[in-house]
């Protein structure tokens, strides 16, 4: 999202992004913060760059390691729309299963307006705008709104 920025809030990890490259130019891939460098997992990492490819707005990544028994991380992310948020989903789901790590249980596809999508030990909510803003998920796991890793 242009013009988004790291605010450093505790528990989410910073998304580091190039400018937007040139028509000639390949897009760069995200990266993670060099504090945070190694951390991710390979389920994390696919995810991430998933989103990225489908254009995420507002990425957060909360390590739960250590904090629940539930998950090793928490991603939440924003789509413009229900059909962007249901596409990202969708994607996000074969992306997962071609990677091997089989089908995932999946909440909300219908409506699209959030989509909770259990991949074992990473969970992933999408949410349109609206209603990311009403529930706050990232008020529950001490990360403020408004600071997020932003996908440019």
């Known amino acids: 999202m242009v013009g988004s920025h790291w605010r450093g809030h505790k528990g989410a990890t910073p998304l580091n992004r190039n400018p937007a490259p040139s028509a000639h130019e390949t897009p760069a891939k995200p990266e993670v913060s060099t504090q945070d460098q190694g951390r991710n997992t390979a389920i994390e990492d696919l995810i991430l760059n998933r989103l990225d490819d489908d254009q995420a707005q507002d990425v957060v990544f909360i390590d739960l390691k250590g904090k629940s028994p539930v998950a090793d991380g928490l991603i939440v992310a924003s789509g413009r729309s229900q059909r962007h948020v249901g596409a990202m989903a969708d994607h996000l789901l074969r992306a997962l299963k071609e990677a091997g790590y089989g089908k995932c249980r999946v909440e ?35 990360v403020e709104t408004g600071g997020h890793r932003a996908v440019v």
């Open 108 to 142: 909300g596809m219908p409506s699209a307006d959030w989509v909770l999508i259990d991949a074992g030990d990473v969970i992933v909510h999408l949410f349109r705008p609206e209603v990311r803003s009403f529930y706050n998920i990232e008020k529950i796991w001490s």
